[in-house]
């Protein structure tokens, strides 16, 4: 049975090397990929690392996209799940927003997403298989006070993985949107003495755990989007 190959895009210290990780545990070869992945360190050890490629990519270059999946092909052959989790944000009101500032997050956020989508979707339809993940934020359904530079792109990217979902779906390849409620656990984020309730932060593994059951769902029973939150989230 030959082994499968996940195509991350958004790779960070948070959800993207959890899905690195979760990803090697199922025997599945993995490129990583974000703006600097040469630079990311302990994604993998022992055996694995002959199955881990880091690719250091802007989602926002249509020839660095497809320069992406070139590699992919080349290097493990054809991937069967493809996640697209990057993003970018700056907090700020509507009034005060730099329009240069929206253009950047609305560019890595949703054009991004646009490129790997469709990059995945043309090599997949042929095929006739695969899974492709767009990973969403409470803000894809609600545009809080000071986030509009996340929830313009979030909104965005949203439609374009139902867009994608109804045109690939026939053709057998599951597209998916998850709605993410709530703040990941991460070095990045974690404050010296901040103090939380027990769960109230979504372990990275276990949304790892999430898009991985949904690559391996029946096509009779696939779900387009899903919605993780830890139980103390109010919603």
Known sequence: MNRQTALIVGVGPGLGAALVRRCLAQDMNVVAAARHASRLTGLASGDD???????????????????????????????????FNAGAFQ?????????????????VGCLGGLLVGQAAARRMTVRGSGSIVFTGATASLRGGAGFVNLASPKFALRALAQSLAREAGPQGVHVAHVVIDGQIRSSRYEEPGQQRGPDALLEPDAIADAYLWLHGQHRSAWTFELDLRPWVERF
């Open 49 to 83: 690392v002959a199955r881990l490629r880091l690719h250091d990519t802007d989602a926002t270059s249509p020839q660095a996209v497809e320069t992406l999946f070139g590699d992919c092909e080349t290097t493990f052959g054809l991937p069967d799940l493809v996640v």
């Open 91 to 107: 907090q700020g009101s509507v009034a005060d927003t730099d329009p240069a500032e929206f253009e950047r997050c609305w560019r």
